[in-house]
T-cell receptor, first 113, second 114 residues
Framework: AQSVAQPEDQVNVAEGNPLTVKCTYSVSGNPYLFWYVQYPNRGLQFLLK??????LVKGSYGFEAEFNKSQTSFHLKKPSALVSDSALYFC???????????FGTGTRLLVSP | DGGITQSPKYLFRKEGQNVTLSCEQNLNHDAMYWYRQDPGQGLRLIYYSQIVNDFQKGDIAEGYSVSREKKESFPLTVTSAQKNPTAFYLC?????????????FGAGSRLTVL
């Protein structure tokens, strides 16, 4: 069965510093990987996805993610954090053989001024 | 603008009552989904529909029901059989239910049982 883990409930970073939000996955086939962001009392917004090809994926708002097949990871990164990046971030995975998208439990990012 | 509209945004229910959450999309998407969000548990899939007049149970379907009579609409009924219905409910849609298709989410409906 496919699954995704976000090992950190919260990540704290100072504005202007680089940020990393971790995600590891487990699938039986080749994965489709996604990152979504959620602001308070709102729905999720799509940030980026990995399908195939280049392991470094660039997405919205300056975010990027690196696919690492050997470590089964898809960590979200940004070179310089903004206070407005503070939100709840979800990693999700879909196995090529399955239709269901499985979400992680979410990581709260707090960027301090 | 294309998107997903969920209503109501906030809903209060007495124990023993059924309530229906509305979800409408104008994105011409075939697939629609209902998720439940609880603190610390991420999103759990309740039901999904790949096409009109067809839907499948997700991981936590007990106590919920859906219908898909129109492509644009996928209402969710929370029945009295759902023992712990207080949660944030999210509706989503995608062009198809497989592969790299991205989900578009509504703004959510927060249900509180009094």
């Amino acid at each position: 069965a496919q699954s995704v883990a976000q090992p950190e409930d919260q990540v704290n970073v100072a504005e202007g510093n680089p940020l990393t939000v971790k995600c590891t996955y487990s699938v039986s086939g080749n994965p489709y990987l996604f990152w979504y962001v959620q602001y308070p009392n709102r729905g999720l917004q799509f940030l980026l996805k990995y399908i195939t090809g280049d392991n470094l994926v660039k997405g919205s708002y300056g975010f990027e993610a690196e696919f690492n097949k050997s470590q089964t990871s898809f960590h979200l990164k940004k070179p310089s954090a903004l206070v407005s990046d503070s939100a709840l971030y979800f990693c999700a995975v879909r196995d090529t053989g399955f239709q269901k998208l499985v979400f992680g439990t979410g990581t709260r990012l707090l960027v301090s001024p | 603008d294309g998107g997903i509209t969920q209503s109501p945004k906030y809903l209060f229910r007495k124990e023993g009552q059924n309530v229906t959450l509305s979800c409408e999309q104008n994105l011409n998407h075939d697939a629609m989904y209902w998720y439940r969000q609880d603190p610390g548990q991420g999103l759990r899939l309740i039901y999904y529909s790949q096409i009109v007049n067809d839907f499948q149970k997700g991981d936590i379907a007990e106590g919920y029901s859906v219908s898909r009579e129109k492509k644009e609409s996928f209402p969710l009924t929370v029945t009295s059989a759902q023992k712990n219905p207080t949660a944030f409910y999210l509706c989503a849609s995608s062009a198809a239910s497989s592969g790299a298709n991205v989900l578009t989410f509504g703004a959510g409906s927060r249900l509180t049982v009094l």
